[in-house]
């Protein structure tokens, strides 16, 4: 069982920059894939990026890839996502999720919310205009 735990989110204008976290409790944290999702009112829940178990392969989304960067810290139980130059179509509740898959490799596989076993509750973030 793995708990998890964002922060980070808030209210940002425009071009402007967050720092999302994901705290995993439980054991084992460096086996599970992470990754990072968002919903924004009335829309499906979509890929945002993934990072494999030792944080060498990284995955995005086309609408985030150059703006984002997926991190994480075996050591701390913690997966991080910077993002910059934000925009206000990233308006939306992220949500970080860990997946027991042991098979396929990030960036062909683990962009499916179908593919992840744990959720965290979700952290808001809204850009300004």
């Known amino acids: 069982q793995v708990q998890l735990v964002e922060s980070g989110g808030g209210l940002v204008q425009a071009g402007g920059s967050l720092r999302l976290s994901c705290a995993a409790s439980?054991?084992?944290?460096?086996?599970?894939?992470m990754g990072w999702f968002r919903q924004a009112p009335g829309k499906e829940r979509e890929f945002v990026s993934a990072?494999?178990?030792?944080?060498?392969?990284?995955d995005y989304a086309d609408s985030v890839k150059g703006r984002f960067t997926i991190s994480r810290d075996n050591a701390k139980n913690t997966v991080y996502l910077q993002m910059n130059s934000l925009e206000p179509e990233d308006t939306a509740l992220y949500y970080c999720?860990?997946?027991?898959?042991?098979?396929?490799?990030?960036?062909?596989?683990?962009?499916?919310?179908?593919?992840?076993?744990?959720w965290g509750q979700g952290t808001q973030v809204t850009v300004s205009s």
């Open positions: 439980g054991r084992a944290f460096s086996t599970y894939v």
């Open positions: 990072i494999n178990r030792s944080g060498v392969i990284t």
């Open positions: 999720a860990a997946s027991m898959m042991v098979y396929g490799s990030v960036g062909i596989r683990y962009r499916s919310s179908t593919e992840y076993t744990y």
